[in-house]
């Protein structure tokens, strides 16, 4: 049974980066730029007034006081100026090219107008508020590297650059299967017995959080040809992921069905809890990740095991889910031979995370997850973790705001 680490080193040495699409640039935000993108000019374009002003050359201005004539006015997108002659000023706006014979602006707060005329009242250097041509990006030059993230800011540096398609790694669409006689779509009325198909949009809903498209396949009911339509239906898209049936009961027929489809089983039983029985299998090239049917196992293992793999597959460089350390508030239990991860609250205290923990622990427990602020891992061969040890935290959430009011249960698995 491979350990937490060794499980998810495997899936990520199976999948690799899909292919390329050109995007329109709005639709580029989130994605990751499958290539160089090059410079194809000067930013800025041409020299540009950093200040509302005069523009003026520095070799006029030698003497403070200085009076120069003012000869035309410039504002931004203005771009019709005679050359400045010697003993002239234009008056200039922000963003305004510099006209031919300035190499200087003087700020409007260190002039007076009299008449036709600017006072300027200070030293003048050459080029001080202009912002020069190609000073921000040169043409030619690398504006982003292949790998890296559309934020806004990438944005606006790649509209900045005329780029109104941008080359992007191609979003992944990932299947989402629910399996189970058990379970009804949200909408229908609950019977005995029935459980709402809770997984499937908890899911849809943490793939598009991870950038990806869910498409959702409905429910697998517990027979074989119900999951091999559903499952081959699924493998049209980039991944799949299924839910539940891949424990050890009568009915668990996920992998029999996987494995009767020509899928290559890399593990099942992972040494975490929770989601000890996850199996992952490839089919021709594709990931299948079959997750444990309780809300919480499906989860987790998504959060840390799938997602790794779909921001893989979507061509981020940085896919695992940001570990910070922090301190148990409280004595944890624990069962030796495998990583737990317990969900926790945590509160920012004297620069430190401190983690409680968020309630109890089963696997079927949803309100613990919906207070959840981080998962924390215990150590594989411990069982018992005192308050004040030193954990590793997989962040779910911004933590920064929470009151010690917002903390809620104290108790531990
Ligand atoms: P199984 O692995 O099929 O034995 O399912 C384990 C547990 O997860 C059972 O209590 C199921 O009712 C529950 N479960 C399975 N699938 C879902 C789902 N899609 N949404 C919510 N709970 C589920
Ligand atoms: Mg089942």
């Known amino acids: 049974m491979p350990s937490f680490e060794e499980a998810r080193g495997i899936i990520l040495a199976h999948v690799a980066p899909l292919g390329e699409e050109n995007v329109p640039l709005p639709d580029a935000l989130g994605r990751v730029v499958s290539r160089d993108i090059i410079a194809p000019w000067d930013l800025p374009q041409y020299d540009n007034s950093a200040m509302d002003g005069y523009a003026v050359h520095a070799a006029d201005c030698t003497s403070v006081p200085t009076r120069l004539l003012i000869t035309g006015f410039l504002p931004a997108g203005g771009a019709d100026c005679p050359a400045v002659t010697v003993g002239c000023a234009v008056r200039i706006m922000t963003g305004a090219p510099i006209p031919a014979g300035c190499n200087a602006v003087v700020p409007i707060e260190e002039t007076e107008q009299e008449g036709d005329q600017v006072v300027i009242k200070q030293r003048v250097l050459p080029k001080q508020h202009v912002r020069v041509k190609g000073s921000d990006v040169a043409s030619g030059t690398q504006v982003l590297p292949a790998g890296s993230q559309v934020r806004p800011a990438e944005i606006g540096m790649l509209a900045a650059m005329g780029q109104a398609l941008v080359p992007v790694f191609r979003k992944a669409r990932v299947a989402i299967l629910s399996t189970g006689d058990e379970l009804i779509e949200l909408g229908e009325s609950p019977k005995a017995g029935s459980v709402i198909n809770s997984n499937a949009l908890s899911l849809a809903a943490a793939v598009r959080e991870a950038g990806a498209e869910p498409v959702l396949l409905g429910i697998a009911r517990d027979n074989l040809e119900s999951h091999r339509e559903k499952m081959r239906e699924g493998l049209c898209c980039d991944a799949l992921i299924t839910s539940a049936g891949v424990s050890a009961g009568d009915r668990d027929l996920v992998r029999e069905v996987a494995a009767s489809l020509g899928a290559e089983e890399l593990f099942w039983k992972i040494g975490m809890k929770p989601g000890g029985p996850t199996a992952f299998s490839v089919w021709q ?30 061509g981020h460089h ?54 959840c602020d981080a998962l924390a891992a215990l150590p594989c061969d411990a069982t018992f973790i005192p308050a004040g040890s030193e954990v590793d935290l997989a962040l779910m959430r911004e933590v920064d705001l929470l009151s010690e009011a917002e903390v809620g249960i104290r108790c531990c698995a």
């Open 285 to 314: 090239g594709k990931p299948i990740f079959s997750l444990p049917g309780n809300p919480v196992s499906t989860m987790v293992t998504f959060e840390l095991l799938v997602k790794p793999a779909l921001l893989k597959m979507m």
């Open 318 to 371: 940085r896919v695992l889910p940001p570990f910070v350390k922090g301190i148990l508030a409280e004595d944890a239990h624990k069962k030796p031979g495998k990583l737990h991860f317990i969900r926790v609250t945590v509160k920012k205290r004297h620069g430190r995370h401190v983690a409680y923990c968020a309630g109890e622990q089963h696997t079927a427990i949803l309100s613990t997850m919906t207070r």
